[in-house]
């Protein structure tokens, strides 16, 4: 079993930036796509990106394509997200999920983090 801590998330103004963390610990970090969704009140939760146990493939949500960066580092069992040109609409829970691959990540077959709360004001 995994278990993964998200941190970093905050209140930042339109148009700022924000980085992301993701820790995970339980199981072989290095050997598990990992990826993140943001649930924002009354709506279902969205696939923002994932990215593959090697960093080769990675896959972004089309709402936050060009704007957003998942990298991850094995040494410390660590993704992030690092989020520019934010909008008052990226405003929702951002949850980290590891799974066995990219497609399953994006399935929801993961684990799931307990999630930090990004803001963005206008």
């Known amino acids: 079993q995994v278990q993964l801590v998200e941190s970093g998330g905050g209140l930042v103004q339109a148009g700022g930036s924000l980085r992301l963390s993701c820790a995970a610990s339980?199981?072989?970090?290095?050997?598990?796509?990992m990826g993140w969704f943001r649930q924002a009140p009354g709506k279902e939760r969205e696939f923002v990106a994932a990215?593959?146990?090697?960093?080769?493939?990675?896959y972004y949500g089309d709402s936050v394509e060009g704007r957003f960066t998942i990298s991850r580092e094995i040494g410390k069992n660590t993704v992030y997200l690092q989020m520019g040109s934010l909008k008052p609409e990226d405003t929702a829970v951002y949850y980290c999920?590891?799974?066995?691959?990219?497609?399953?990540?994006?399935?929801?077959?993961?684990?799931w983090g307990q999630g930090t709360q990004v803001t963005v004001s206008s």
């Open positions: 990215i593959s146990w090697s960093g080769g493939t990675i």
């Open positions: 999920s590891s799974a066995a691959s990219v497609d399953d990540v994006r399935a929801r077959f993961g684990s």
């Open positions: 339980g199981r072989t970090f290095s050997t598990y796509a």
